[in-house]
């Protein structure tokens, strides 16, 4: 089956740091998806994007289907952005990386 | 967004009783519902795909006959967790499906079982 690989497993930053969570996947996909998964475990989606560029505030990714990865960028992080950031990518199903968890310290 | 909503948030229950969890979509009418189940630290791994008005499809090694699913509305699927015994406390989380426009997903809050 496919493979979803995300990197850093772990990030810490300083608040006011920018960063860049990286999803690699195996095969070609319907679509992919950024969730943030907070302290009570509800998932947060951050952006819907098979391909191309969007930007959500602070927020922006990037997905190159053609060479299977997609990028997660954080720019001025601060505290409340901490958590787990997953990838899912959709053959018909969601499929999920292991995720990277994010801390941002004060 | 859509929003999705799951009861109860938590349950604990004794062993060898059933347990259900609701899943609901609250805005939108979703054909296509979701149950993935999450240990500590672990990500999410998706048990079932629940379609409305038929039979569940169960990812493999995933026990039918314990992990019933329904979905006989288009708002609405559940969980039954029959027999539960301490290995199946974990944090079971829903999804739905939106059926026009995109095909994004959007997940219910989870609910956290212990099995004592």
């Known amino acids: 089956g496919i493979q979803v690989e995300q990197s850093p497993p772990d990030l810490i930053l300083q608040e006011g740091a920018n960063s860049t969570l990286r999803c690699n996947f195996s095969?070609?996909?319907?679509?992919l998806q950024w969730f943030h998964q907070n302290p009570w475990g509800q998932l947060i989606n951050l952006f819907y994007?098979?391909?191309g560029t969007k930007q959500n505030g602070r927020l922006s990714a990037t997905t190159v289907a053609t060479e299977r990865y997609s990028l997660l960028y954080i720019s001025s992080s601060q505290t409340t952005d901490s958590g787990v950031y997953f990838c899912?990518?959709?053959?018909?199903?969601?499929?999920f990386g292991q995720g990277t968890t994010l801390q941002v310290k004060p | 967004g859509a929003v999705v909503s799951q009861h109860p948030s938590w349950v604990i229950c004794k062993s060898g009783t059933s347990v259900k969890i609701e899943c609901r979509s609250l805005?939108?009418?979703?054909?296509?519902m979701f149950w993935y189940r999450q240990f500590p630290k672990q990500s999410l791994m998706l048990m079932a795909t629940?379609?409305?008005?038929?039979?569940?499809?169960?990812e493999q090694g995933v026990e039918k006959d314990k992990f019933l699913i329904n979905h006989a509305s288009l708002t609405l699927s559940t969980l039954t967790v029959t027999s539960a015994h301490p290995e199946d406390s974990s944090f079971y989380i829903c999804?739905?499906?939106?059926?026009?426009?995109?095909?994004?997903?959007?997940f219910g809050p989870g609910t956290r079982l212990t099995v004592l």
């Open positions: 999804s739905a499906r939106l059926t026009s426009g995109s095909d994004e997903q959007f």
């Open positions: 095969d070609s996909v319907n679509n």
């Open positions: 994007i098979p391909s």
């Open positions: 899912a990518v959709d053959t018909g199903k969601l499929i």
């Open positions: 805005d939108f009418q979703a054909t296509t």
């Open positions: 629940s379609n409305e008005g038929s039979k569940a499809t169960y």
